[in-house]
């Protein structure tokens, strides 16, 4: 390691994260203004303070790594792989290619932003200077403050001030080229596998990973979706939302790329303003998300509203494995399970579902949903899986409150009325009609016999009674008030 001034021609590192693009990214794109060459490098780092990404997001993380190295060789950088601690290999680096600089877009989560600040401490100490970019949140956490300088805890008056303070910024075209530094040796992507074999369970995944695959997915819901967007996004049988998730939480294109082209469209009057809004208004939710995660980290492990940690959650693995394999005996729920488990994303409506029955239907503690969301989930996300996860359990900041409990049949009659998702998902039931496709227990027993459908045999019978589990979960709940009370 040098502490000496670096030459005049030193390369600039530029460490990817979740900000695997090459357009509209601050860290690149300063880099490459310095005129000097480039080293990019992604590092692998299964330790430390930062939680290990989960395997469907791994799989995702393998091919966007596949396209961003593509990219950048194209273009004269080819991409470093590197394996392990962040902080060891990144001085190796430096040690290798004498570069004076790294530029990184920040990650704002507590483990990785502990851990970067570590790190830039470090370098700096030994002369190199370590430069962090906001690249994947509209506003940088701690710029979207209340009139009194603390940070916001509702969404509405969040969205309004972020849309107040927040600038877009300039369009950063990719570099034509970038000048990079040949014979490094980097690690072979495939040595990582990242990417399941035997046996292959994601052989059903979608998208495309990639930066052009999210433009070319976010082009074609701004060209298509969008413009219905308010009224069919609830409907998990329709393809109705943009599913960028993946796309935005990999860095694949910037958010304020998505905010640009849906008010260009609204602006050209393809899509009405309001659907524009609509769709700007769930991005912000991803910041609120981050933002809250960054300004009260202990949000991670515990309730955001500290009540709620003396919720009396209950033991229960079997139920637990019963929801895991969409095998609950609730069609909409079960649906929504194996759509994960097949897919590595479903729906946000059948999220809220499915995450309402395991913490208060079966009353098991949200953190429990968090964890399998984070192994089973492409687009798992540390700000929206624990901020959307205490929503649905109460205990988040502008949460839904703990006493609205989903009701998972009427859920489906409502969102899946003509049954098409959970057809799709629940293939046994495919001949049962609508009537009683969300509730099969309530069919005669001729009708389940003309669907071919033996309950309890080819299909569960429900794993519990909802009307009773509300009134347990509502009587918890009564437990916590109480114990509140007293301690007032
Ligand atoms: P669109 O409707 O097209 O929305 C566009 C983008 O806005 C999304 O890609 C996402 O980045 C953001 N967004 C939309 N809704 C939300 C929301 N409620 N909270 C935060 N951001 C939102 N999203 C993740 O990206 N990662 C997660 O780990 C995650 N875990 C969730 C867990 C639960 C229990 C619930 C209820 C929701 C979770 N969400 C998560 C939020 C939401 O379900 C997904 O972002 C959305 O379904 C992705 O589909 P889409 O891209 O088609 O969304």
């Known amino acids: 390691m040098t502490t000496e001034t670096p030459a005049r021609d030193a390369p600039v590192i530029v460490w990817f994260r979740r900000d695997l693009r090459l357009a509209d990214n601050p860290a690149l794109g300063h880099a490459r203004a310095t005129g000097r060459p480039v080293v990019p490098v992604y590092i692998h780092d299964e330790g430390g303070l930062v939680r290990r990404a989960g395997a469907a997001s791994l799989w995702w993380l393998d091919g966007s790594l596949r396209a961003l190295a593509a990219d950048l060789a194209g273009r004269g950088a080819p991409l470093i792989l590197r394996r392990g601690d962040s902080e060891a290999e990144l001085r190796r680096l430096i040690a290798e290619t004498g570069a004076g600089t790294v530029f990184l877009n920040r990650l704002f989560e507590p483990g990785a932003w502990t851990r970067d600040a570590d790190i830039a401490h470090g370098l700096k100490v030994e002369g190199v200077d370590c430069r962090g970019f906001n690249g994947t949140l509209l506003a940088r956490p701690g710029s979207v403050l209340t009139g009194s300088g603390g940070p916001y805890k509702v969404f509405t008056p969040f969205l309004?001030?972020?849309?107040?303070?927040?600038?877009?910024?300039?369009?950063?075209?990719?570099?034509?080229?970038?000048?990079?530094?040949?014979?490094?040796?980097?690690?072979?992507?495939?040595?990582?596998?990242?990417?399941?074999?035997?046996?292959?369970?994601?052989?059903?995944?979608?998208?495309?990973?990639?930066?052009?695959?999210?433009?070319?997915?976010?082009?074609?819901f701004v060209a298509d979706g969008l413009k219905t967007y308010s009224r069919d996004r609830d409907f998990p049988a329709t393809s109705a939302t943009s599913q960028m998730s993946p796309h935005l939480h990999f860095g694949e294109l910037s958010?304020?790329?998505?905010?640009?082209?849906?008010?260009?469209?609204?602006?050209?009057?393809?899509?009405?303003?309001?659907?524009?809004?609509?769709?700007?208004?769930?991005?912000?939710?991803?910041?609120?998300?981050?933002?809250?995660?960054?300004?009260?980290?202990?949000?991670?492990?515990?309730?955001?509203?500290?009540?709620?940690?003396?919720?009396?959650?209950?033991?229960?693995?079997?139920?637990?494995?019963?929801?895991?394999?969409?095998?609950?005996?609730?069609?909409?729920?079960?649906?929504?399970?194996?759509?994960?488990?097949?897919?590595?994303?479903?729906?946000?409506?059948?999220?809220?579902?499915?995450?309402?029955?395991?913490?208060k239907d079966l009353l098991i503690d949200w953190r429990t949903g968090e964890r399998w969301f984070w192994k089973t989930l492409v687009d798992a996300d540390p700000g929206n899986n624990i901020q959307n996860w205490q929503w649905i359990a109460g205990s988040g900041a502008d949460a839904a409150p703990y006493f609205r409990v989903f009701n998972p049949v009427t859920q489906g009659e409502k969102f899946d009325a003509d049954g098409r998702y959970v057809r799709t998902w629940v293939p046994e039931l495919e001949r049962l009609p609508d009537r009683w496709l969300h509730a099969p227990w309530t069919a005669p027993p001729e009708?389940?016999?003309?669907?071919?459908?033996?309950?309890?045999?080819?299909?569960?019978?429900?794993?519990?009674?909802?009307?009773?589990?509300?009134?347990?979960a509502l009587e918890a709940l009564r437990s916590v008030n109480q114990a509140r009370a007293t301690a007032d």
Do not use: C
Request: aromatic letters at 8%; charged letters at 20%.
């Open 447 to 472: 009708v389940l016999r003309q669907a071919g459908v033996r309950l309890g045999h080819d299909y569960p019978r429900p794993i519990v009674d909802h009307a009773e589990a509300r009134l347990r």
């Open 160 to 220: 309004k001030a972020l849309l107040a303070v927040a600038e877009p910024p300039p369009p950063m075209p990719a570099p034509a080229t970038i000048p990079g530094v040949q014979g490094l040796s980097s690690d072979i992507l495939d040595d990582w596998s990242l990417r399941p074999t035997r046996p292959d369970w994601a052989v059903g995944f979608g998208g495309t990973p990639g930066e052009a695959g999210a433009d070319a997915a976010l082009a074609a």
């Open 255 to 359: 958010p304020w790329r998505a905010v640009d082209m849906a008010r260009a469209a609204a602006a050209a009057g393809q899509v009405p303003g309001t659907e524009a809004d609509k769709f700007v208004a769930q991005l912000a939710w991803r910041d609120f998300s981050a933002h809250l995660l960054h300004q009260f980290p202990a949000m991670a492990e515990r309730a955001f509203r500290p009540d709620y940690d003396a919720m009396p959650w209950r033991d229960d693995p079997a139920g637990l494995a019963a929801w895991q394999a969409g095998r609950t005996g609730f069609p909409v729920v079960d649906a929504g399970m194996r759509q994960l488990w097949a897919t590595g994303w479903m729906h946000n409506r059948v999220r809220m579902i499915v995450g309402s029955f395991l913490v």
